[in-house]
Protein backbone atom coordinates (compact mmCIF):
# COMPACT_ATOMS: atom_id res chain seq x y z
CA UNK A 1 0.00 0.00 0.00
CA UNK A 2 1.31 3.83 -1.25
CA UNK A 3 0.75 6.46 0.85
CA UNK A 4 -2.10 8.42 -0.43
CA UNK A 5 -1.58 12.17 -1.43
CA UNK A 6 -2.38 15.00 0.34
CA UNK A 7 -5.38 17.23 -0.62
CA UNK A 8 -4.83 20.37 -1.90
CA UNK A 9 -6.19 23.68 -1.41
CA UNK A 10 -7.42 25.39 -4.40
CA UNK A 11 -8.71 29.04 -4.79
CA UNK A 12 -10.08 30.76 -7.51
CA UNK A 13 -10.82 34.54 -7.71
CA UNK A 14 -11.28 37.73 -10.72
CA UNK A 15 -9.01 40.27 -10.42
CA UNK A 16 -10.70 43.88 -10.41
CA UNK A 17 -7.76 46.01 -10.38
CA UNK A 18 -3.90 46.84 -9.18
CA UNK A 19 -4.96 49.27 -6.57
CA UNK A 20 -3.38 51.68 -4.98
CA UNK A 21 0.16 51.47 -6.97
CA UNK A 22 1.79 52.70 -9.75
CA UNK A 23 2.25 51.98 -13.38
CA UNK A 24 6.61 50.92 -13.71
CA UNK A 25 8.79 49.36 -15.81
CA UNK A 26 10.11 45.61 -14.45
CA UNK A 27 13.37 44.84 -16.24
CA UNK A 28 15.69 41.87 -15.61
CA UNK A 29 19.04 40.46 -16.51
CA UNK A 30 19.38 38.87 -20.04
CA UNK A 31 14.79 39.15 -20.40
CA UNK A 32 13.11 41.96 -22.08
CA UNK A 33 11.38 44.99 -19.90
CA UNK A 34 7.77 44.89 -18.87
CA UNK A 35 5.37 47.12 -18.28
CA UNK A 36 3.02 46.66 -15.16
CA UNK A 37 1.25 48.27 -12.50
CA UNK A 38 2.96 47.65 -9.44
CA UNK A 39 0.46 47.57 -5.91
CA UNK A 40 -2.08 45.82 -4.08
CA UNK A 41 -4.00 43.16 -6.07
CA UNK A 42 -7.26 42.96 -5.58
CA UNK A 43 -9.49 39.79 -5.91
CA UNK A 44 -13.32 38.75 -5.33
CA UNK A 45 -12.82 35.62 -4.10
CA UNK A 46 -14.89 32.87 -6.18
CA UNK A 47 -14.37 29.81 -4.27
CA UNK A 48 -11.72 27.92 -1.59
CA UNK A 49 -12.66 24.52 -1.27
CA UNK A 50 -13.85 25.77 2.51
CA UNK A 51 -10.67 26.67 3.99
CA UNK A 52 -12.13 30.37 5.35
CA UNK A 53 -8.59 32.16 5.39
CA UNK A 54 -8.99 34.67 2.88
CA UNK A 55 -11.24 37.53 3.34
CA UNK A 56 -13.83 38.70 0.18
CA UNK A 57 -12.41 40.72 -1.77
CA UNK A 58 -8.48 39.65 -0.77
CA UNK A 59 -5.25 41.80 -1.55
CA UNK A 60 -2.57 39.84 -2.99
CA UNK A 61 0.81 40.63 -4.23
CA UNK A 62 2.71 39.53 -7.54
CA UNK A 63 5.71 37.07 -7.05
CA UNK A 64 6.08 36.17 -10.49
CA UNK A 65 7.82 37.83 -13.28
CA UNK A 66 7.05 34.72 -15.87
CA UNK A 67 3.16 34.76 -16.35
CA UNK A 68 0.24 37.23 -16.29
CA UNK A 69 -3.24 37.90 -14.89
CA UNK A 70 -5.23 40.34 -16.38
CA UNK A 71 -8.02 42.93 -14.68
CA UNK A 72 -12.04 40.78 -14.94
CA UNK A 73 -10.12 37.62 -15.73
CA UNK A 74 -10.35 34.44 -13.08
CA UNK A 75 -7.99 32.35 -11.95
CA UNK A 76 -7.17 29.20 -9.86
CA UNK A 77 -4.40 28.54 -7.95
CA UNK A 78 -3.00 25.30 -5.42
CA UNK A 79 -2.60 27.31 -2.01
CA UNK A 80 1.18 26.46 -0.93
CA UNK A 81 3.92 27.11 1.36
CA UNK A 82 6.25 30.00 0.01
CA UNK A 83 8.75 27.74 -0.45
CA UNK A 84 7.00 26.33 -3.49
CA UNK A 85 6.43 28.84 -5.24
CA UNK A 86 6.47 30.62 -8.02
CA UNK A 87 6.77 28.17 -10.54
CA UNK A 88 8.34 28.49 -12.94
CA UNK A 89 10.81 30.32 -10.19
CA UNK A 90 14.44 32.32 -10.60
CA UNK A 91 16.78 30.09 -12.14
CA UNK A 92 14.41 27.22 -12.37
CA UNK A 93 13.28 27.14 -8.65
CA UNK A 94 11.21 28.33 -6.28
CA UNK A 95 12.40 30.60 -3.35
CA UNK A 96 14.72 29.56 -0.63
CA UNK A 97 13.49 29.30 3.15
CA UNK A 98 15.80 32.68 4.01
CA UNK A 99 13.95 34.28 0.81
CA UNK A 100 10.55 33.09 2.66
CA UNK A 101 11.79 34.36 6.03
CA UNK A 102 12.52 37.85 4.45
CA UNK A 103 9.33 38.04 2.90
CA UNK A 104 7.85 37.62 6.25
CA UNK A 105 9.83 40.45 8.06
CA UNK A 106 8.74 42.53 5.16
CA UNK A 107 5.32 42.14 5.99
CA UNK A 108 5.78 42.47 9.29
CA UNK A 109 6.89 45.76 9.11
CA UNK A 110 5.22 47.27 6.09
CA UNK A 111 2.45 45.67 4.68
CA UNK A 112 -0.28 47.80 3.22
CA UNK A 113 -3.40 46.17 2.14
CA UNK A 114 -6.72 46.32 1.43
CA UNK A 115 -7.65 46.86 4.99
CA UNK A 116 -4.18 48.88 6.11
CA UNK A 117 -4.74 51.04 3.41
CA UNK A 118 -1.42 53.13 1.36
CA UNK A 119 -0.34 55.49 -0.93
CA UNK A 120 0.67 54.63 -4.13
CA UNK A 121 4.03 55.15 -3.52
CA UNK A 122 4.05 53.00 -0.28
CA UNK A 123 2.19 50.17 -1.79
CA UNK A 124 4.35 49.94 -5.56
CA UNK A 125 7.25 50.10 -3.67
CA UNK A 126 5.78 47.32 -1.12
CA UNK A 127 5.28 45.70 -4.70
CA UNK A 128 8.77 45.91 -5.89
CA UNK A 129 10.29 45.17 -2.30
CA UNK A 130 8.61 41.46 -2.87
CA UNK A 131 9.66 41.07 -6.93
CA UNK A 132 13.07 41.89 -5.57
CA UNK A 133 13.51 38.97 -2.45
CA UNK A 134 11.78 36.09 -4.42
CA UNK A 135 13.38 37.52 -7.90
CA UNK A 136 17.42 38.26 -6.60
CA UNK A 137 19.84 36.03 -6.37
CA UNK A 138 20.51 36.06 -2.27
CA UNK A 139 24.96 36.86 -3.43
CA UNK A 140 23.88 40.20 -4.60
CA UNK A 141 21.92 41.45 -1.34
CA UNK A 142 18.76 43.41 -1.64
CA UNK A 143 18.57 46.56 -4.08
CA UNK A 144 15.86 47.68 -6.49
CA UNK A 145 18.54 49.67 -9.37
CA UNK A 146 16.52 52.28 -11.04
CA UNK A 147 19.14 52.50 -13.43
CA UNK A 148 20.31 49.13 -14.55
CA UNK A 149 19.45 45.64 -13.61
CA UNK A 150 23.09 44.47 -14.39
CA UNK A 151 24.77 46.71 -12.00
CA UNK A 152 22.88 44.14 -9.03
CA UNK A 153 22.55 41.33 -11.53
CA UNK A 154 18.47 40.42 -11.73
CA UNK A 155 15.94 43.69 -11.30
CA UNK A 156 15.26 47.17 -11.40
CA UNK A 157 12.04 49.31 -11.57
CA UNK A 158 11.99 52.47 -12.87
CA UNK A 159 9.20 54.81 -14.07
CA UNK A 160 8.53 56.19 -10.13
CA UNK A 161 11.87 57.19 -8.63
CA UNK A 162 9.97 57.99 -5.44
CA UNK A 163 9.04 54.13 -4.92
CA UNK A 164 12.16 52.97 -6.32
CA UNK A 165 13.88 54.78 -2.81
CA UNK A 166 11.22 53.79 -0.56
CA UNK A 167 11.61 49.81 -1.67
CA UNK A 168 15.25 49.76 -0.92
CA UNK A 169 14.48 51.42 2.34
CA UNK A 170 12.08 48.87 3.30
CA UNK A 171 14.89 45.90 2.12
CA UNK A 172 17.65 47.75 4.32
CA UNK A 173 15.62 47.68 7.62
CA UNK A 174 14.11 44.44 7.40
CA UNK A 175 17.73 42.55 8.35
CA UNK A 176 17.69 43.85 12.23
CA UNK A 177 13.50 43.24 12.29
CA UNK A 178 12.78 40.13 15.15
CA UNK A 179 9.45 40.51 15.99
CA UNK A 180 6.28 38.71 15.28
CA UNK A 181 6.43 36.66 11.96
CA UNK A 182 2.76 36.81 10.04
CA UNK A 183 2.12 33.32 8.05
CA UNK A 184 2.21 33.95 4.47
CA UNK A 185 1.29 31.27 1.80
CA UNK A 186 1.26 31.13 -1.99
CA UNK A 187 -1.36 30.84 -4.80
CA UNK A 188 0.36 28.69 -7.28
CA UNK A 189 -0.17 28.02 -10.63
CA UNK A 190 1.81 26.73 -13.60
CA UNK A 191 -0.01 28.77 -15.84
CA UNK A 192 -1.09 32.06 -14.02
CA UNK A 193 0.77 34.25 -12.37
CA UNK A 194 1.60 33.48 -8.77
CA UNK A 195 1.02 35.28 -5.46
CA UNK A 196 1.46 35.88 -1.98
CA UNK A 197 -1.07 36.50 0.69
CA UNK A 198 -1.27 37.04 4.48
CA UNK A 199 -3.17 34.86 5.90
CA UNK A 200 -5.35 36.76 8.80
CA UNK A 201 -4.66 34.92 12.47
CA UNK A 202 -2.09 32.78 10.98
CA UNK A 203 -4.53 29.72 9.93
CA UNK A 204 -2.74 27.06 7.69
CA UNK A 205 -4.64 25.24 4.87
CA UNK A 206 -5.93 22.38 6.67
CA UNK A 207 -4.04 19.27 4.23
CA UNK A 208 -4.41 16.29 6.04
CA UNK A 209 -1.24 14.15 6.89
CA UNK A 210 -1.03 11.25 4.21
CA UNK A 211 -2.24 7.76 5.68
CA UNK A 212 1.09 5.26 5.11
CA UNK A 213 0.89 1.27 5.53
CA UNK A 214 3.00 1.54 8.17
CA UNK A 215 0.41 4.12 10.13
CA UNK A 216 -2.24 1.50 9.09
CA UNK A 217 -0.62 -1.48 10.16
CA UNK A 218 -0.59 0.20 13.75
CA UNK A 219 -3.73 1.47 13.64
CA UNK A 220 -4.95 -2.14 12.70
CA UNK A 221 -2.96 -4.04 15.36
CA UNK A 222 -4.18 -1.74 18.23
CA UNK A 223 -7.79 -2.27 17.65
CA UNK A 224 -6.71 -6.19 17.61
CA UNK A 225 -5.43 -5.16 21.25
CA UNK A 226 -8.28 -3.26 21.91
CA UNK A 227 -11.18 -6.34 21.08
CA UNK A 228 -8.64 -9.22 23.05
CA UNK A 229 -9.27 -6.79 26.17
CA UNK A 230 -12.76 -6.83 25.76
CA UNK A 231 -13.16 -10.90 25.75
Not at 22 to 43: E, P
Not at 55 to 63: N, S
Not at 200 to 213: D, K
Request: a negative charge.
Amino acid sequence: MTAAAASAITVTAQLTDVNPGLNVSVHRANNTNVSTRAGVYNFDLISDDGWGALADPFPAFCIDLNQYVWYGGTFSWEVKSPEEAPVPGPDGHPMTSAQHLDLRKLYAMYYVGATTGGSNVESAAFQAAVWEIVWEAPANGYNVDGTNAAARGRIYVNNTWAATGRANDMLQSIGSYTGHMPTLMALVSTTNQDQIVLVPGGGQPPIPEPVTAAGLAMAIAGLARYARKRR
